[in-house]
C-alpha cells in the first residue's frame, strides 16, 4: 500500500498554517489528506486554529475561547507570510469540511486537551450532519478524549499522539482502546518491530513532523501507512518515486 500524504495544518511551509489558503495548497500538491487542530470560540463555534489565541500567527492577544467568531474574523492570522497573505483568517471547521469534501480529501481533525464533552458530542454531530465522518480521522494527545469521540461514534477512526518517549507495546495499547491509528514522533517509529506490530493489529502508524526526503523515504520504507508533514509536494514526491 503506497503510504498517504497528511499536510500538516495544511501545506504550511508554503502559506500560513491552518487557513484557507494553506488547505487549497495541500490539494493543489496532491497531498491525500490534511491535518488541522481545533478551538471552540465563545459562541460555540469550532475555529480552525492550534493555539488557544491568534498572538503566534499575528492575530494578537485574542483568547479564541473568549470571543465570538465574529471577533476572531476581525483579526488575520498570516503567520510568516504577511505580505503575501495579509487579510487571511482563521476559517471555521465546516469551511474547511466544504473546501476538501469534493476533493474527497482525508481530514485529520486534532482535539485539543481539556475540551469538553459538549463540544465533543457537537464536533461530531457535524461531522455527521455534513456527512464528512468516512473522510474524518479524530486525533488528541489526550488519549481520554479519544475514548470520548468513541463512545458517540463506534466506527471512527482514532489517532493517539504522542511525543518523543514510547509509549510501551504501542499497538497493544491502541487495540485495547479501540484507536486505529498512532500518532508518534517521527524517530518512535524507528524501534525494532514498531512497525510490523501495529501491522499485524491492524494499527496504521502515521508519524508526525517530517520534511526531510530522507527521513520520508526511510519511514516509508519502515511500512509507515502515512507521513504527516509541512511539505506535500516533498512527500508526495519521494512516495512516487518509491512505488
Not at 34 to 58: F, K, M, N, P
Not at 64 to 83: L, N
Not at 208 to 214: L, S
Amino acid at each position: 500500500m503506497k503510504s498517504v500524504v497528511w499536510a500538516h495544518r495544511g501545506a504550511s511551509a508554503y502559506c500560513p498554517e491552518n487557513t484557507i489558503p494553506a488547505f487549497q495548497g495541500a490539494i493543489d500538491m496532491k497531498a491525500d489528506g490534511v491535518e488541522l487542530d481545533i478551538h471552540a470560540s465563545y459562541d460555540g463555534q469550532i475555529v480552525v486554529s492550534h493555539d488557544g489565541t491568534l498572538a503566534r500567527c499575528g492575530g494578537g492577544n485574542v483568547n479564541i475561547e473568549a470571543v465570538s467568531y465574529d471577533e476572531i474574523k476581525k483579526h488575520p492570522v498570516p503567520g510568516r507570510f504577511p505580505k503575501e497573505y495579509p487579510d487571511v483568517t482563521a476559517p471555521l471547521l465546516s469551511e474547511v469540511f466544504e473546501l476538501l469534501r469534493p476533493h474527497d480529501m482525508l481530514i485529520n481533525v486534532e482535539i485539543k486537551s481539556g475540551w469538553s464533552y459538549d463540544n465533543i458530542k457537537k464536533l461530531v454531530a457535524m461531522t455527521h450532519d455534513m456527512k464528512m465522518q468516512e473522510l474524518v480521522l479524530y486525533s488528541s494527545f489526550d488519549h481520554r478524549t479519544l475514548h470520548c469521540v468513541r463512545t458517540l461514534d463506534a466506527s471512527c477512526r482514532l489517532g493517539a499522539l504522542y511525543g518523543g518517549e514510547d509509549i510501551p507495546k504501542a499497538a497493544e495499547y491502541a487495540k485495547a482502546l479501540r484507536f486505529t491509528e498512532l500518532h508518534p514522533y517521527y524517530s518512535c517509529c524507528r524501534k525494532e518491530n514498531y512497525i510490523t506490530d501495529a501491522s499485524a493489529l491492524g494499527i496504521n502508524v502515521n508519524p508526525w513532523t517530517v520534511d526531510d526526503e530522507d527521513v520520508i523515504c526511510e519511514l516509508v520504507k519502515l511500512g509507515c501507512h502515512g507521513i504527516i508533514t509541512n511539505k506535500p509536494d516533498v512527500a508526495r514526491k519521494v512516495i512516487d518515486s518509491l512505488k
